[in-house]
T-cell receptor
């Protein structure tokens, strides 16, 4: 099991372009969480998805950000018309059940987005 | 709202010296707390969870509800302990997401 795979590891976009970040959860995991880490900050929750469903997107900015987790393929975090403030590390975590005291969340290595 | 505070950003200790990373939390329910570690060039991984009450790599952490703390301790630091450490709270009321502190950079000096 290769673990949670995120790609690309590094992504550079010009202001106004779109950024697409991919997350393939561990085999057998149907729960995916996305977190964002701004410089000098801790990880902040963005969105929680199960296959084909968004369960909680309360941490997502209302505009320009969207996420999906289709029946087949990876989860995608999409940022439209990127701005410099979107520069951050974006982490994906997966678990077989919802995260909990008895359920470990496994993290990917993250995608570092730089907006120039 | 849940909040996790790690007051010290950087902690430098000599090899063999004790390490203590402070973590305080605010949460309205019964908390479930974790420590995650990120070694250089590696992914974030679970180090400890309070519910299991075990020692991992010589680290222990005790949940103190009176002081709302979950400090991480190790009596004798090793060079391989150099890493980023994050305290996290499991938000049962928030779809089980994790709330993280800002992290501690630990540098163990040989």
């Amino acid at each position: 099991n290769a673990g949670v795979m995120q790609n690309p590891r590094h992504l550079v976009r010009r202001r106004g372009q779109e950024a697409r970040l991919r997350c393939s959860p561990m085999k057998g995991h149907s729960h995916v969480y996305w977190y964002r880490q701004l410089p000098e900050e801790g990880l902040k929750f963005m969105v929680y998805l199960q296959k084909e469903n968004i369960i909680d997107e309360s941490g997502m900015p209302k505009e320009r950000f969207s996420a999906e987790f289709p029946k087949e393929g990876p989860s995608i975090l999409r940022i439209q018309q990127v701005v410099r403030g979107d520069s951050a590390a974006y982490f994906c975590a997966s678990s077989p059940l919802g995260q909990g005291a008895n359920t470990e969340a496994f993290f990917g290595q993250g995608t570092r987005l730089t907006v120039v | 709202a849940q909040r996790v505070t790690q007051p010290e950003k950087l902690l430098s200790v000599f090899k063999g010296a004790p390490v203590e990373l402070k973590c305080n939390y605010s949460y309205s329910g019964s908390p479930e707390l974790f420590w995650y570690v990120q070694y250089s060039r590696q992914r974030l991984q679970l180090l400890l969870r309070h519910i299991s009450r075990e020692s991992i790599k010589g680290f222990t952490a005790d949940l103190n509800k009176g002081e709302t703390s979950f400090h991480l301790k190790k009596p004798f630091a090793q060079e391989e302990d150099s890493a980023m450490y994050y305290c996290a709270l499991h938000d049962l009321y928030g779809n089980n997401r994790l709330a993280f502190g800002k992290g501690n950079q630990v540098v163990v000096i040989p």
